[in-house]
């Protein structure tokens, strides 16, 4: 399983992104992302932000949202504002202690066929109820009938 990588610095600019995170993303290897900065990022959760700035690692799974990526202007992406993409985040602060942060290093891990699955069992799993409900709605022993074997007509 490929893991992205993202190095930022004390203030949330990044200094290193590797190929892997460049490619969840959409983008190029060209682009250094001079304008993204980690602290102004609407998708990350205050709470995460909270977190970090305290020297905490933080954990979230969010669908990146390339519609917000495009609005904002936050990078360029050759992603499409409707495809979808589901990452694992781990934000790790490093430093010489937790009161004194140099930088944030975060792994990132594509989970969306995960998501995908766990949704296709979640519609199967409601089908299912609603069809066990329908039956019990739908079934019904006929009084006159009872104890006699029907069959079709030739």
């Known amino acids: ?12 600019r990044i200094i290193a992104v590797n190929s892997v995170a460049r490619s969840y993303f959409g ?8 304008n993204y900065r980690l602290f102004e ?8 932000k909270h977190k970090l700035r305290h020297g905490q690692s ?10 917000v990526i495009h609005q904002h202007k936050m990078y360029a992406t050759k992603k499409s504002a409707d495809d979808r993409v589901c990452i694992h985040l781990h934000y790790t602060p490093y430093g010489p202690d937790q009161n004194s942060v140099n930088g944030y290093h975060v792994t990132i891990i594509d989970i969306t066929e995960r998501k995908q699955a766990e949704e296709a069992l979640r519609k199967r799993d409601a089908l299912l109820r609603d069809v066990n409900e329908l039956q019990s709605h ?6 006159s009938m009872q104890n006699s074997i029907l069959s079709p007509r030739p």
Do not use: K, Y
Not at 1 to 12: K, L, Q, R, S, Y
Not at 42 to 47: D, K, L, Q, T, V
């Open 58 to 67: 933080a954990i979230e799974e969010r669908w990146i949202d390339f519609q």
């Open 138 to 143: 739908c079934c019904c022993p006929i009084p």
């Open 1 to 12: 399983m490929p893991i992205g990588a993202n190095i930022f610095d004390a203030d949330g």
């Open 41 to 48: 990022d609407p998708s990350i959760s205050h709470e995460t």
């Open 27 to 34: 983008v190029s290897e060209d682009d250094l992302l001079t």
